[in-house]
């Protein structure tokens, strides 16, 4: 008897070590409450021992040291095989969004099993289930900075926002996924009589800017696929589409900012989207079951899609990466934009507070498209001055590609004078708009001791947008920055271009 429990029991600890499968803690949870930071922590490192497959690292920490877990999946050594296409997954940027977290912790141990393993023969994928980890503990949207993650990938002050990017600018992925909640439950939606219900919504990117087959591919491509997807597997699903109720507010596609997770992906011609589910009523846990397994059903229809579009997409996008890699002249950059009806009426599916039931509405006001209401040509690049500090902080922190700069009889510096500091509608929001004049320098000031930050980079389009006095998409539209734009004195960023 003895002889035989000192046998088993090895054996036991064995096989609990190394061969139990890891349960997702939502699931241990029963779902009764959000995954702590602990719990998410112990999980993905059991998770780690479990398979070859996983390689688990840290990427960073967030504001009050908690770490960024950044999950590796390759069947061979990650980004090696330069036949594969790389795929990111983020979630959780805020932290009252729990069931991204919890669908990507459950695709994370899913993904194990040797139904999926096929992905990986054409993906090498990376999820981050928390970016906002401090945002999560107090089940609040912003960082333990009081910052907005998903409004910082334009000025990236925060260490989230700073590890996500060092970590794309690493891989370069082809393919990025942001995941989010939406909470349909307000106050002026109440009053309307109809709230929006659907289980996963979808976003692709509408910067005018981002290529125009890369946004095709997205919108006739991917978002039927994944509607389609989410619905066969029992999920209600429709475009992301902010706004309303109708007869209060227009109906649009989300921002055209690139501040974004989707969008300041998108702006280096990524094919990349970003994912809502539903928020439960009062940030609650309420329907978190549910919430989860669509969330993890919507990441798992992405990668579906991208392994039988593996060729296609990889393809398409480094096509289209290669015109943001060389200067090419005569190009239009739109730096001011705005929401444009397409003529055709939307059909939103709605579910009525009186009667309980499914609806659909249709909506009179809906602006699907962008039109640009001002262009400028794409400049060869720009100059820093060496002394603004928190310019030259800023591209650092952007990584920007820096050459040396030297005058040459084929270029031509521009300044920009700033005439009056006017206003512009952002979305419903005022942003400052500049009135300016540009004139020619025939030489550089001496002692500034300038950064040349050429546009021909991957970030090339980013840059414009940001360092444009008249972008409302700038720089100058954050509080950090307004000082740049003062009345009568000229713009501090030198402007280069082709003679
Ligand atoms: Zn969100």
Not at 97 to 107: N, T, V, Y
């Amino acid at each position: 008897m003895i002889k035989s429990i000192i046998f088993i029991l090895p054996l036991m600890l064995h096989g609990y070590l190394f061969s139990q499968e890891a349960i997702p803690p939502p699931v241990t949870n029963n779902f009764q409450k959000a995954t702590s930071y602990d719990e998410l922590s112990t999980f993905i490192n059991h998770l780690d021992k479990q398979s070859d497959l996983l390689k688990v690292e840290i990427a960073g920490q967030s504001v009050e040291g908690r770490n960024l877990y950044t999950l590796f999946f390759s069947s061979s050594e990650f980004a090696k095989d330069k036949s594969k296409i790389k795929v990111l997954i983020f979630a959780q940027q805020h932290g009252n969004e729990q069931s991204g977290k919890e669908g990507a912790l459950m695709l994370a141990s899913e993904l194990l099993k040797p139904e999926y393993r096929y992905l990986f023969d054409k993906i090498d994928l990376v999820v981050v289930p928390q970016v906002n980890p401090d945002g999560s503990e107090m089940n609040k949207r912003r960082n333990a900075n009081g910052k907005d993650l998903n409004r910082n990938h334009m000025i990236l002050t925060e260490p989230e926002t700073q590890t996500l990017h060092t970590l794309f600018n690493r891989y370069l992925f082809e393919v990025t996924l942001d995941v989010h909640e939406y909470s349909p439950y307000g106050e002026s939606w109440k009053k309307y009589g109809y709230r929006k219900n659907a289980d996963i919504t979808l976003g692709s990117t509408t910067n005018t800017n981002i290529s125009k087959n890369i946004r095709e591919l997205s919108d006739n491509g991917y978002l039927p696929f994944i509607l389609k997807y989410l619905s066969d597997s029992q999920f209600s699903s429709f475009t992301y589409s902010p706004g309303g109720p109708p007869g209060e507010e227009y109906i649009r596609h989300s921002t055209f900012d690139v501040n974004d997770g989707r969008q300041s992906f998108g702006i280096q011609n990524t094919f990349s989207f970003i994912q809502e589910g539903m928020n439960g009523k009062d940030d609650s846990i309420e329907n978190l079951k549910r919430r989860a397994e669509g969330q993890m059903t919507g990441m798992r229809g992405l990668l579906e899609y991208v392994h039988g579009n593996k060729e296609k997409i990889k393809t398409l996008v480094w096509e289209e990466r290669k015109k943001l890699l060389a200067f090419t002249p005569g190009q239009d950059i739109s730096i001011q934009s705005v929401h444009v009806p397409s003529g055709k009426p939307l059909i939103l599916p709605l579910l009525s507070y009186s009667t309980g039931k499914d609806t659909l509405v249709k909506v009179k006001d809906y602006r699907p498209l962008v039109r640009s209401l001002l262009d400028v040509q794409k400049p060869l690049g720009y100059l820093i001055p060496g002394d603004c500090t928190i310019l030259v902080d800023w591209a650092k922190r952007q990584s920007f590609e820096q050459l040396p700069f030297k005058i040459d009889p084929g270029v031509q510096i521009g300044q920009y004078l700033i005439t009056a500091i006017d206003s512009i509608d952002f979305e419903g929001d005022i942003v400052v708009d500049a009135q300016v004049t540009l004139n020619e320098l025939k030489e550089l000031p001496a002692d500034k001791g300038f950064i040349y930050i050429p546009t021909a980079q991957l970030k090339g389009n980013l840059i414009i947008l940001a360092l444009e006095p008249r972008s409302m998409l700038g720089l100058v539209t954050y509080d950090k920055y307004a000082s740049l734009l003062k009345t009568g004195q000229p713009f501090p960023v030198l402007r280069i271009t082709k003679k």
